[in-house]
């Protein structure tokens, strides 16, 4: 019998009890009462417009010609740069710290997507009140429409409020954070309302539960060096630098290697009556954690790389992006946009069942196929992004790639090739026909098995 785990009274065990009682229970757990798993529990933004505090006010501002250098105005109006630009001013916060601590590899890289501007207007890792208004209302204290809480967990009972702390990647010092308070999430909760589900069989659930440390802290940061990476991932002033100003700029968000039909599918996008004439396409792979089976970000970097070679186009443009993936589906859909919003984008594609998962003992999808596109449909206009649906796409022996509506109107032959036939014959050596798979990426991908 298939049961799942309640995690109301797991979340009020010790840390360590926790961890380890949870990741049990993800194999095999008592009956639940959880319920709505494909429905994201979302509500309604505040109307209301409030001052804004200290967690998201803009503190660092981009000089004018970098914010001129494309079209899209950055979320909240105002790109935040938190690095300090000389080494006095690094030497002297890291005199202010009185402790140390080392980022693990999601807090790199919300570390530094707040310095850098990504996650603008943020200027810090949310405190309670503003961690509870996201979590419950997809938005800001000030009614900004914001995906999912950024939070700095820590099982460290000695961490208070007030404490100046360096963050740093091995002997890289990345930043300092002020604490401002200290809080116990109920995380049971965080997960239902931003993952749609607290079953530890969600990929998110799972890393709430056995990753994240027992409290969240508030924290203001303060920027010192970016951290130093297998792939190069431009910031946010410097991708918009590279970006014409006077069209749309349409952004593809992947977390796996581009295959011939993600390939069409991006490139046909610049084609859809939503994107204006002349606009161009930001592939933005996402590099960093994603979930347990996922190809590894510096192998998925380097398939990247020989197709952006392969494949050289001008209207084409291939940057890399220090995100950690919760798989959230729609929530995570409003995430990525506006980040992208922030890199300069005007438009973003939306995939059928973007950035969702399934559960690991079911195999059940946690969101509908089309979950994702609706609430970015639902949510674009305020957010100032433009969604735009991917084509469903199939491969026909007629006429190569056209839409599966056309397929089946014109009785085309499609080739199909399911994603777990495609790794059997990758592991096998077998011969990858080239409709499905680049030579080159599949040579990458061997070459890294």
């Known amino acids: 019998k298939v049961v799942t785990a309640n995690l109301g009274s797991q979340f009020l065990c010790s840390s360590q009890t926790m961890k380890l009682s949870l990741a049990v229970l993800s194999l095999a757990a008592t009956a639940s009462a959880f319920t709505a798993v494909n429905t994201p529990m979302t509500r309604g933004l505040s109307t209301s417009r409030v001052v804004a505090d200290s967690v998201f006010a803009p503190v660092g501002r981009v000089a004018g010609t970098q914010l001129e250098a494309a079209k899209q105005t950055p979320h909240g109006g105002t790109l935040v740069d938190l690095i300090l630009k000389t080494d006095a001013e690094k030497e002297a916060a890291i005199a202010k710290c009185s402790k140390e601590l080392q980022l693990t590899p999601r807090q790199l890289c919300d570390v530094e997507l707040i310095m850098n501007g990504g996650f603008s207007p943020l200027t810090s890792f949310m405190d ?30 000695d961490l208070q409020p007030g404490d100046m702390v360096l963050l740093k990647d091995g002997d890289r010092a990345i930043a300092t954070v002020e604490f401002t308070d200290k809080y116990m999430p109920n995380k049971a909760y965080e997960c239902k309302q931003c993952y749609g589900t607290s079953e530890i069989e969600h990929p998110g659930s799972l890393m709430v539960a056995t990753e994240r440390g027992k409290y969240y802290m508030g924290g203001k940061i303060t920027g010192l060096n970016l951290p130093i990476r297998d792939f190069p991932c431009k910031t946010p002033a410097e991708v918009r630098e590279t970006l014409p100003d006077d069209v749309d700029v349409v952004a593809f968000q992947c977390r796996n290697p581009v ?43 380097k398939t990247y790389e020989v197709l952006k070679e392969e494949t050289h186009n001008d209207r084409t443009r291939w940057e890399y992006l220090p995100y950690s993936m919760h798989m959230a589906g729609p929530r995570e859909a409003i995430q990525h946009m506006m980040i992208r919003k922030n890199f300069g984008c005007t438009h973003f594609i939306i995939g059928r069942d973007m950035a969702g998962s399934k559960s690991s003992v079911t195999g059940e999808d946690y969101y509908g196929a089309y979950d994702a596109q609706d609430f970015a449909k639902e949510k674009g206009p305020e957010l100032g992004v433009t969604p735009v649906p991917s084509l469903n796409l199939v491969y026909t022996e007629e006429e190569g790639y056209v839409t599966a509506d056309e397929a089946k109107e014109r009785g085309l032959n499609e080739k199909k090739l399911s994603g777990t036939k495609f790794r059997q014959m990758l592991r096998g050596g077998e011969d990858i026909p080239e409709w499905f798979a680049f030579k080159s990426v599949v040579k990458v991908l061997r070459e890294n098995a």
Do not use: M, W
């Open 128 to 157: 309670e009140s503003t961690y509870k208004h996201v979590v419950d209302n997809v938005a800001l204290p000030d009614g900004l429409i914001f995906g999912l809480p950024v939070v700095f967990d820590t099982d460290d009972e």
């Open 259 to 301: 295959h011939r039909a993600h390939y069409e599918l991006f490139t046909r996008a610049l084609d859809d009556p939503l994107v204006g004439e002349g606009g161009v396409v930001l592939v933005h792979p996402t590099c960093g954690p994603t979930q347990a089976d996922d190809i590894p970000g510096v192998v998925r970097y």
